[in-house]
């Protein structure tokens, strides 16, 4: 995996329905600040989302690290020592979105993931925030799909999969949502959401274990 900056990559699929936070074409993926803030009483007129069996991840708040298996992360060529944490501490970008984790390795591409625990302190939480947020126009790409009976959506400020980057953002409670980025897959595009889901059916099935 190519050494570049990756963390704020997964930035817009976590927290700019709370935080106005985007990706610029031309940034290579480094989070640049938007204009505006959403509000939680904005009407939408996406239905609400409900999650049946929600996961409980707030055991992984203060190791996010924790939430990919290191077997999954061996198959994707990399390892829990490469792992690099973000916990809210660290950044002000972190303090206001949530902890997270991102991973750099030997093969092509970089994943990573967050807890989007900031959203949901502010009210607008879970996929029901992040629709707000398409409703607003924020979201060029919105494709709803399920992981292992969760409803997830692939999202953001443009639809860079053909390029190999890959954005998903996966309903565990009616109010919580994890997101997954799967970036730099330049030389097989398509490969990026294939990780993308499987790194986020890996992430369900941990807070199964542990729920």
């Known amino acids: 995996m190519r050494n570049h900056p990756f963390w704020f990559r997964i930035v817009p699929v976590l927290a700019v329905a709370a935080v106005g936070v985007s990706c610029s074409a031309d940034t290579d993926g480094v989070a640049q600040p938007a204009t505006g803030e959403l ?25 996010p690290c924790d939430l990919v298996s290191p ?31 991102s991973w750099t ?20 939480g879970g996929l029901r925030g992040l629709e707000i947020a398409r409703d607003q126009g924020r979201y060029k790409l919105w494709e709803e799909t399920s992981i292992a009976g969760y409803p997830a959506v692939y999202m953001g ?24 980025s799967a970036v730099s897959f330049r030389e097989n595009p398509q490969k990026a959401c294939e990780v993308a889901v499987e790194v986020a059916a890996d992430v369900i099935e941990n807070l199964k274990a542990g729920n």
């Open 71 to 101: 077997e999954m992360l061996e198959r994707l060529g990399t390892s829990p020592s490469e792992a690099t944490p973000r916990l809210p501490e660290d950044d002000k970008i972190t303090a206001q979105t949530g902890p997270g984790c």
């Open 105 to 124: 390795g030997e093969n092509e591409g970089s994943v990573g993931i967050g807890i989007d625990s900031g959203n949901k302190e502010r009210g607008v």
């Open 157 to 180: 400020v443009r639809d860079a999969r053909h390029e190999g980057d890959c954005d998903l953002a996966v309903g565990i409670a009616d109010d919580m949502t994890f997101g997954v």
């Open 39 to 63: 509000s939680a009483s904005k009407p939408s007129a996406a239905p609400e989302r409900r999650v049946s069996d929600p996961l409980d991840v707030a055991p992984y708040l203060s190791r």
